[in-house]
C-alpha cells in the first residue's frame, strides 16, 4: 500500500505539471490544485478503508477511482495521443464513481439489475462521446489551440452535433436510472444503514451536479465548487463506512447480549428441570418415608411428636423449592405458553390480580420469557412495596409486538433507577429489542409497561 501512495503522489505531481504547461487548459489554478487533491483525497481515504477491512470492496474502487481522475486531467495534455485518451478513457473516473455509489458501503453489486447498471457505466462514460469526436474537430469543440483529436474520421458537424446529443441523452439516461434505483436502495433501508448512505449520495449527487455545471461552460467559479466539491466526497464515502463499522459493532453488541440472554434462560430451564427431577423428587420421596415411618410409631408419643414435626418442615421446604423453581423457570412456560405460566403467577399473588391476556399462537422463546419476567418483577414489587389493593396485568399482541401492562392502585412514587430488579429487566428487554417504561406518580399508583417485537 505504501508503493500505491508513492506512485499517487508522482501520478499528481504529473497532472500539476501537465496542467501548468497546457496551452488549452482554462482555469488552470483550479485544476492543479484540485486535480491532484481531488485524486489523492479518494486514493488515501481509500487506502485506509482498504486496510481497515480487506474483505470490503469499496476502499479499492475508491483508490481506482482516484486514479481514474487523475488520468482524466490529461485532457490538459499538449500531446494527441495523452490528449485524446483525456476526452475519452478519462470518463473512467465516472464509471468507478457509480460502481462506488451502487454497491456502497459493503463494495458489493446486490443484484443482477444493479450489475447491468455498472456495466453500463462503464461503457457510456469513457464511450459515450466517441461517436461525436469521430465528426469533430478542435475548432468545432471551441479549442483552436487543442491538440489533433486522433478519434477524427472527417469534420462534419451535423453528424458532430448528433453524436455528442446522443452522448448527452446516455448520459442523462444512466443518471436518471441510478437515481432512481439509489432512492429504492435507502428507502428499503433499516435506518443504520440510511445513516451511512445519507451523506455518501448527496454529496455525490451534488458533486455529479457541479461537474456537469462546470464542463457545460460555467466559468471558473463553477470548476472551483466542483473540484471543492469532488474533493470532499471521498470523506462522506469514509465517514458512511465509520457509520457502517459502528453499526456492525452495535449489531455484534447486541447479538452479544441477546446470546447471554437465551444462554442464561436456558441454564435457567435447566435448573428448573435439575430441582424437580432431582432435589423435589427426593424430597417426595422422603416425605412418603417420614409417612410410613409415622404409621409404625403409634403408641410413641414423643416419636410420633418428631415424626409429625419433620413432616411439617419438610413439607415447608418443599413448598418453598416448588416456588424457588417456578421463579428461576417455570416448567408450565416452556410445555404451554405465555398465558398458563401468567395465570399459574396471577393464582399466587398476594392480592386479587385482573388477568387479561389476548397472545394468539405460542410466540418465540425469548419473548415469552421476556414476558413472564416483566410480569413476575412487577407483581413481586407490587407486593413488597405498592401498599396497593389490586393490579391489573394485561398482555396484547398488536402490530408485530406484545405489549405488557402491569398496574395498580398503590403509593406509587416506583423509580427504574432505585433497585436492580427493574434495571435487570431493562437489560433483558433491550437483549429483545424490547423497551420499557415506567408512570408512578406519588399517591396514584404505577403503571408499568413493556413493549417486545415478536
Request: hydrophobic letters at 50%; glycine letters at 10%.
Amino acid at each position: 500500500m505504501y508503493a500505491v501512495g508513492v506512485v499517487a503522489l508522482l501520478a499528481g505531481a504529473g497532472v500539476c505539471a501537465i496542467v501548468l504547461a497546457s496551452d488549452h487548459q482554462e482555469a488552470k489554478a483550479a485544476f492543479a490544485i484540485f486535480g491532484p487533491a481531488v485524486g489523492w483525497g479518494f486514493i488515501g481515504t481509500g487506502l485506509y478503508a482498504w486496510r481497515r477491512e480487506p474483505a470490503n470492496r469499496t476502499g479499492l474502487l475508491m483508490v481506482l477511482l482516484g486514479f481514474a481522475w487523475l488520468s482524466s486531467t490529461l485532457e490538459a495534455a499538449n500531446n494527441a495521443l495523452l490528449y485524446t485518451y483525456g476526452l475519452t478513457l478519462g470518463g473512467l473516473w465516472g464509471s468507478f464513481f457509480l460502481h462506488l455509489g451502487m454497491s456502497f458501503p459493503t463494495g458489493r453489486l446486490r443484484n443482477r439489475f444493479d450489475r447491468g447498471v455498472v456495466m453500463a457505466g462503464y461503457v457510456i462514460f469513457p464511450f459515450a462521446f466517441v461517436p461525436g469526436l469521430m465528426f469533430s474537430g478542435p475548432q468545432e469543440l471551441d479549442c483552436a489551440s487543442c491538440p489533433t483529436n486522433l478519434l477524427l474520421v472527417e469534420r462534419d458537424q451535423d453528424l458532430a452535433d448528433l453524436g455528442m446529443a446522443l452522448g448527452g441523452a446516455l448520459y442523462g439516461t444512466l443518471f436518471v436510472v441510478a437515481l432512481v434505483r439509489a432512492a429504492q436502495i435507502w428507502r428499503r433501508s433499516g435506518p443504520f444503514v440510511r445513516l451511512q448512505l445519507t451523506p455518501v449520495y448527496i454529496s455525490a449527487l451534488f458533486t455529479f451536479l457541479l461537474v456537469t455545471i462546470a464542463r457545460s461552460g460555467a466559468g471558473e467559479t463553477a470548476f472551483w465548487a466542483a473540484f471543492i466539491s469532488a474533493w470532499l466526497t471521498p470523506f462522506a464515502f469514509l465517514g458512511g463506512l465509520l457509520r457502517r463499522r459502528i453499526s456492525v459493532l452495535v449489531d455484534e453488541l447486541h447479538a452479544s447480549r441477546a446470546r447471554l440472554v437465551q444462554a442464561g434462560d436456558a441454564a435457567r430451564r435447566k435448573l428448573e428441570r435439575d430441582l424437580h427431577d432431582g432435589a423435589q423428587s427426593r424430597l417426595v420421596a422422603l416425605a412418603l418415608l417420614l409417612r410410613s415411618a409415622r404409621r409404625r410409631a403409634d403408641g410413641q408419643p414423643e416419636l410420633e411428636a418428631l415424626l409429625d414435626q419433620a413432616q411439617e418442615e419438610l413439607q415447608t421446604s418443599l413448598g418453598e423449592l416448588r416456588e424457588l423453581a417456578r421463579g428461576i423457570h417455570p416448567a408450565v412456560l416452556t410445555e404451554r405458553g405465555l398465558e398458563p405460566a401468567l395465570q399459574a403467577l396471577v393464582s399466587r399473588a398476594p392480592l386479587p390480580v385482573t388477568l387479561e391476556a389476548e397472545t394468539r399462537d405460542r410466540l418465540p422463546g425469548p419473548v415469552e420469557s421476556a414476558a413472564y419476567f416483566v410480569v413476575s418483577e412487577a407483581l413481586a414489587n407490587v407486593a413488597k412495596y405498592a401498599q396497593a389493593s389490586q393490579a391489573t396485568v394485561a398482555v396484547r399482541q398488536v402490530n408485530g409486538s406484545v405489549s405488557v401492562e402491569v398496574s395498580d392502585d398503590g403509593v406509587g412514587g416506583a423509580d427504574v433507577n432505585a433497585g436492580s430488579g427493574l434495571r435487570g429487566l431493562q437489560d433483558r428487554l433491550a437483549a429483545v429489542d424490547g423497551t420499557l417504561s415506567l408512570e408512578s406518580p406519588a399517591g396514584r399508583g404505577t403503571r408499568l409497561q413493556a413493549r417486545i417485537p415478536v
